[in-house]
């Protein structure tokens, strides 16, 4: 079946820290975002990319960085620069840019 | 800047009774514009989009949207609701061109079904 997978569903890590978190989709899309999700302001833009090799930063990029060397892959890695990494992680793919979006389970990161 | 506002931050509901949800964007031109639904825990389930054409949208499990350019709004309707829809509602609007496009998402609505 095609789809987006997210692991891990559930992430738990030491303050300081850098953490990857894993995204997958093997529907052939073109572009690839990462959100953020906390609780009462919906989604807000991390990172996209377009196309392989090259990415973009969202609204809220400072202390997060991606790669995007697979069609297939766009891993996050929080850096122990996020000053409030725990909060719960989305990554959604689309055919173009400007098409709906496809959603993963999301990654819920706690920082202890 | 572009926006999207929900107003509501959460409705209840009885079973079997309609429902509207409410959002209102902010953009100098048309969006491309998109209703998500969010079950707890889960991703987003895309439930319909307007590109262009008719206003009045259907999409899956029974919603139906309507875009009004005057109003720059695009609600959310259901003529009866299940148990099953409670969930949170994410109104979303599509911006920009070739150079650059992104979706801007609104905070949610959370709808709460009653028996």
Redesign the interface.
């Known amino acids: 079946d095609g789809g987006?997978t997210?692991s891990p569903k559930y992430l738990f890590r030491k303050e300081g820290q850098n953490v990857t978190l894993s995204c997958e989709q093997n529907l052939n899309h073109d572009a690839m975002?990462w959100?953020r999700q906390d609780p009462?302001?919906?989604?807000?833009?991390i990172y996209?990319s377009?196309i392989v090799n090259d990415f973009?930063k969202?609204d809220i990029a400072e202390g997060y960085s991606v790669s995007r060397e697979k069609k297939e892959s766009f891993p996050l890695t929080v850096t122990s620069a996020q000053k409030n990494p725990t909060a719960f992680y989305?990554c959604?793919s689309s055919i173009r840019?400007?098409?709906?979006?496809?959603?993963?389970?999301?990654t819920?990161l706690t920082v202890v | 800047a572009q926006s999207v506002t929900q107003p509501d931050i959460h409705i209840t509901v009885s079973e079997g009774a309609s429902l509207e949800l409410r959002c209102n964007y902010s953009y100098g031109a048309t969006p491309y514009l998109f209703w998500y639904v969010q079950s707890p825990g889960q991703g987003l389930q895309l439930l319909l989009k307007y590109f262009s054409g008719d206003t009045l949208v259907q999409g899956i499990k029974g919603f139906e949207a309507e875009f009004k350019r005057s109003q720059s709004s695009f609600n959310l309707r259901k003529p009866s609701v299940h148990w099953s829809d409670a969930a949170e509602y994410f109104c979303a609007v599509g911006v920009g061109n070739t150079g650059g496009f992104k979706t801007i998402f609104g905070a949610g609505t959370r709808l709460f079904v009653k028996a």
Not at chain 1, 40 to 45: A, H
Not at chain 1, 97 to 106: I, S
């Open positions: 987006i997210q975002y959100y009462g302001q919906g989604l807000r833009l996209y377009q973009q969202g989305l959604a840019p400007n098409t709906e979006a496809f959603f993963g389970q999301g819920r």
